[in-house]
């Protein structure tokens, strides 16, 4: 049993998911792919081929979006480049290079929780068979021209709205020579203590067949860490002593998504994948989790590796290659309504219950739980989710009002124990664990 959102979905984001346009991002992936190639070391003078008239083109795009919101001041949306000097490093960098993101930020319209910042991104960059080859066709329509048109359709939709938190949609550069441009962008907020609350990359999202037949035309997996890759031994300690292997943020992150795909009966629901990533493989995600911030990866459910890394050729009758015709532009407007779904959410929620405890400090039935309250004016309550130590998902929330302490008949022994937010709109915050208090 998995504990359900309570509705009535909200009619603002269901009215705002029905704005998301197949035709739009069908025009999006081919004309990235156009470009030629959107190799990270290809030409960057031409103004039709090349990832630096590739980067051009998006910025345009996302200005225009900016425009639409009009909005002014501090709650102007904005649109610029991110430029990353890069050096040689001996691997798939072979020379100095600019690496440059394209980045639009709408800020949040609460003072309180414009601080927090949630994140969209596709990588805009491609490759063709020979990682190192910048000058041949390398059309990367599914990877991740995909994820780059999902990008800039929820810039377009959601910036003529207005949501507390501040959303980021972010078309990364480098992904393809080592998560380059998400590194530097994670390292620099790090450093500048940006409150990054979560960030779901979208890589390679446009297929639903599968190349052994069918299709899943319902399903996008998504790649949540349970543990956080700079957990210290005693995080890792708590986790082997309590059995929270699956509750990083990260996964707090994976399973708010999964209940706001089920309260909004939407048509591409998250298969949840409880691993970091796919074997042998790699994404942008990977670079927050790096600085300690809660990301997610959405990638289909079949990859054809026919399809990815590929010159595009044809061989003993076989076809290779990443071209537009094999994105479904339907599937991907479902995906891009699954993201803004859960970015809507998230943004509008409260954040979550500061430094949750479970108190252990004597021989009890009962479980007791603290925290403090979560900053917005508008907290209307807290409850306390529960589920069996061997369930991947809530079972049980508990309303327990507007306190920052609260007792349950149940013994904490035999329960995995969590504290969320909700807001007087009714959207809740992802959960917080709680860690073990023995004074």
């Keep these: 049993m998995t504990v359900a959102l309570p509705g009535p ?83 798939r960098i072979d020379r100095a290079v600019e690496v440059v993101n394209v980045i639009a930020v ?26 190192m080859d910048a000058a041949i066709d390398a059309p990367g329509a599914n990877d991740d021209g ?14 003529t709205r207005s949501f507390d938190a501040t959303l980021v949609f972010m078309a990364t550069a480098g992904e393809e020579q080592g998560l380059v441009g998400a590194r530097r962008h994670a390292e620099a907020a790090k450093a ?15 297929d639903p067949s599968d190349p052994r037949g069918g299709s899943h035309r319902g399903e996008i997996r998504l790649f949540s860490e349970g543990v956080p890759v700079t957990a210290d031994p005693a995080a890792w300690q708590l986790a082997r002593q309590t059995g929270a292997f699956a509750d990083a ?16 009966e939407l ?20 670079a927050f989790n790096e600085q300690g911030f809660a990301a997610v990866r959405f990638t289909e459910v079949a990859e054809d590796y026919d399809r990815q890394h590929q010159d595009v050729r044809v061989e003993a009758g076989r076809s290779y290659g990443d071209v537009p015709e094999h994105v479904d532009a339907a599937y991907l407007a479902d995906v891009a309504r699954l993201d803004a779904a859960a970015l809507a959410h998230l943004a509008n929620a409260p954040s979550p219950p500061g430094d949750p405890q479970l108190r252990a400090t004597e021989l ?30 809530w079972e049980h929330a508990q309303d327990v009002g507007q306190v920052t302490e609260a007792t349950l008949p149940v013994s904490k022994d035999d329960w995995l124990f969590a504290v969320r937010a909700y807001d007087r709109d009714g959207y809740r915050s992802p959960a917080a664990f709680p860690r073990v208090a023995r004074e």
Aim: hydrophobic share 40%; aromatic share 4%.
């Design 9 to 91: 979905a909200p009619a603002v984001v269901t009215a705002m998911l029905a704005d998301i346009d197949p035709a739009r991002l069908r025009a999006d992936v081919d004309r990235l792919a156009r470009f030629g190639t959107r190799h990270t070391l290809s030409d960057t003078t031409s103004e039709t081929r090349g990832i630096g008239a590739a980067r051009r083109w998006l910025l345009a795009e996302l200005q225009r979006a900016a425009a639409s919101s009009g909005r002014t001041g501090e709650l102007a949306m904005t649109a610029e480049l991110e430029v990353h000097d890069v050096a040689p490093d001996g691997k």
């Design 106 to 131: 709408l800020p949040g319209s609460m003072p309180e929780a414009r601080r927090r910042r949630y994140y969209v991104l596709g990588h805009y960059d491609s490759r063709a068979s020979d990682v």
């Design 146 to 159: 995909s994820g780059t048109a999902l990008v800039l359709e929820l810039a377009r939709v959601m910036a």
């Design 192 to 206: 500048a203590g940006l409150e990054i609350a979560g960030a779901l990359s979208n890589d390679i999202v446009g």
């Design 249 to 264: 943020p990260s996964r707090q992150l994976a399973r708010v998504v999964a209940e706001v795909a089920a309260l909004h």
């Design 267 to 286: 048509p591409v629901r998250p298969r949840l994948v409880f691993r970091p990533d796919r074997f042998l493989r790699g994404g942008d995600h990977t």
């Design 364 to 393: 009890t039935g009962d479980t007791t739980l603290r925290w403090t309250a979560s900053l917005e004016p508008d907290v209307a309550g807290y409850e306390v989710l529960r589920r069996a130590t061997s369930a991947p998902a």
